[in-house]
């Protein structure tokens, strides 16, 4: 069965650390854009990070300098290393595959195919 | 916040039709950036629905469509089913902040 299931999340202080993992099956992370997409309480869905399969990452202002996405081709999981979490980082964490396609100007088109079904990190003292 | 705005909830009786709009602006859909649509039932992660615009992915119902205009597009959900409440979300690329984004979200309520 095509899947993703993460972990890791829980309870951190404020300038703490913490590494969320995301384990695949029925498909390589190595071969496939992945992403980290979270939702805060009661809120919308915002775009974190994102590692190609070329390993070029790129990440959300929000986060930039704090976060780290990776992966472990021999483990099929993609990670994600948050440091210096704050009260606003508080949010359900939900991997994704990206898809993409090329539109009419020859550019990549990205979306998302498939999540997991998340993983809570709350941020608080 | 989102850059990409939609009304924060619609409604409608059983087997209506309803719309949900996603606006956007020149670095993102008044770009020519295409527009996907995401369902998120209660408690549960989103799951695509449309991709590329007007696309629906294999098992997703043809009660969904999706268009795209200048700097906006549209979700219609017809035949309008209870099993539809959920909150939809569009996304696109905006390239003067570099990343993917979404919009604010809309709660679908079936009366």
């Known amino acids: 069965e095509v899947q993703l299931v993460e972990s890791g999340g829980g309870l951190v202080q404020p300038g703490g650390s913490l590494r969320l993992s995301c384990a695949a099956s029925?498909?390589?992370?190595?071969?496939?854009?992945m992403s980290w997409v979270r939702q805060a309480p009661g809120k919308g869905l915002e775009w974190v990070s994102v590692i190609y399969s070329g390993d070029t990452t790129d990440y959300a202002d929000s986060v930039k300098g704090r976060f780290t996405i990776s992966r472990d081709s021999s483990k099929n999981t993609l990670y994600l290393q948050m440091n210096s979490l704050r009260a606003e980082d508080t949010a359900v964490y939900y991997c994704?595959?990206?898809?993409?396609?090329?539109?009419?100007?020859?550019?990549?088109?990205?979306?998302?195919?498939?999540w997991g079904r998340g993983t809570l990190v709350t941020v608080s003292s | 916040q989102s850059v990409l705005t939609q009304p924060p909830s619609v409604s409608g009786a059983p087997g209506q039709r309803v719309t949900i709009s996603c606006t956007g602006s020149s670095p993102n859909i008044g770009a020519g950036n295409d527009v996907h649509w995401y369902q998120q039932l209660p408690g549960t992660a989103p799951k695509l629905l449309i991709y590329a615009n007007t696309n629906r992915p294999s098992g997703v119902p043809d009660r969904f469509s999706g268009s795209k205009s200048a700097t906006s597009a549209s979700l219609a959900i017809t035949g309008l089913q209870a099993e539809d409440e959920a909150d939809y979300y569009c996304?696109?690329?905006?390239?003067?902040?570099?990343?993917?984004?979404f919009g604010t979200g809309t709660k679908v309520t079936v009366l």
């Open positions: 029925g498909f390589t992370v190595r071969s496939n854009d």
């Open positions: 996304q696109s690329y905006d390239s003067s902040l570099s990343g993917r984004v």
């Open positions: 994704a595959r990206e898809a993409y396609y090329y539109d009419s100007r020859g550019y990549p088109v990205y979306y998302f195919d498939l």
